[in-house]
């Protein structure tokens, strides 16, 4: 399989929330891919993925401002092995094995 800078992204996103990675939370956060791909050195796609998101379900609430989201937001989601979901276009740029996110009915986004 050819690796591509996307999947060493989204593994290292993965990497960072795994203690607190739960598949099937109500509860997220939000990493921009743009960012993270300019603080791995991807300086080439980090504008492609700018305005895209993952969403890292939790195990629970963390501090900070929340917010519910309809979960209806997350149609064309796709979800990876390690519980972190993005946008199907992201899900199509990589190499990583995928399957369709399925949303609870109300998200509560958490904001650090």
């Known amino acids: ?7 060493d992204i989204i593994e290292n996103i993965s990497s960072t ?4 990675i739960m598949d099937g939370s109500r509860f997220y956060v939000e990493v921009n891919i743009g960012k993270q ?3 791995l050195g991807h ?4 504008r492609k993925y700018k305005d895209a998101y993952a969403v890292v379900p939790l195990k629970g609430a963390v501090p900070g401002m929340k917010v519910r989201i309809d979960g209806r937001t997350f149609v064309n989601y796709a979800q990876f092995d390690s519980g972190i979901a993005v946008p199907g276009y992201v899900t199509r740029d990589t190499g990583l094995p ?10 509560i ?4």
């Open 98 to 107: 995928y399957r369709t996110f399925i949303p609870n009915d109300s998200m």
């Open 43 to 46: 300086h080439d796609i980090s």
């Open 1 to 7: 399989m050819n690796r591509k800078p996307l999947d």
């Open 17 to 20: 929330y795994s203690d607190n």
């Open 37 to 39: 791909a300019e603080a």
């Open 109 to 112: 986004l958490n904001c650090a």
